[in-house]
Nanobody
Framework: QVQLVESGGGLAQAGDSLRLSCAAS??????????MGWFRQAPGKEREFVAA????????SYADSVKGRFTISRDNAQNTVYLQMNNLKPEDTAVYYC????????????????????WGQGTQVTVST
């Protein structure tokens, strides 16, 4: 497992932007060994997929609810994955979690909760009208 620390959450108004960051700790494996993903969980709801990026950085995938508004990216030199969130909506309110999957196929994105090995502690995003 790798330690993940999210940051960048907070309060926003509808239409605003936020950028979440997830920093991975130093590990035996290089950061490119991990496929990365973002999930979110609203009160009373199950954790749901938001976005994912492959180890190669060449492939991304998104939940339909965030397509065109959110962008996932990674900086392998900084061991960090980002989630740029634009045009936020109240329904985006949730705790956002970063996740890592070691040795996923290089060009694949991973979008299922149970496939990830490591999770961050989460960062709260609250969007008001």
């Amino acid at each position: 497992q790798v330690q993940l620390v999210e940051s960048g959450g907070g309060l926003a108004q509808a239409g605003d932007s936020l950028r979440l960051s997830c920093a991975a700790s130093e590990h035996t494996y290089t950061f490119t060994s991990f496929a990365m993903g973002w999930f979110r969980q609203a009160p009373g709801k199950e954790r749901e997929f938001v976005a994912a990026i492959s180890r190669s950085s060449t492939r991304t995938s998104y939940a339909d609810s965030v397509k065109g508004r959110f962008t996932i990216s990674r900086d392998n030199a900084q061991n960090t994955v980002y989630l740029q969130m634009n045009n936020l909506k109240p329904e985006d309110t949730a705790v956002y979690y970063c996740a890592a999957k070691a040795f996923a196929p290089f060009y694949n994105t991973i979008d299922r909760v149970h496939e990830f090995d490591s999770w961050g502690q989460g960062t709260q995003v609250t969007v008001s009208t």
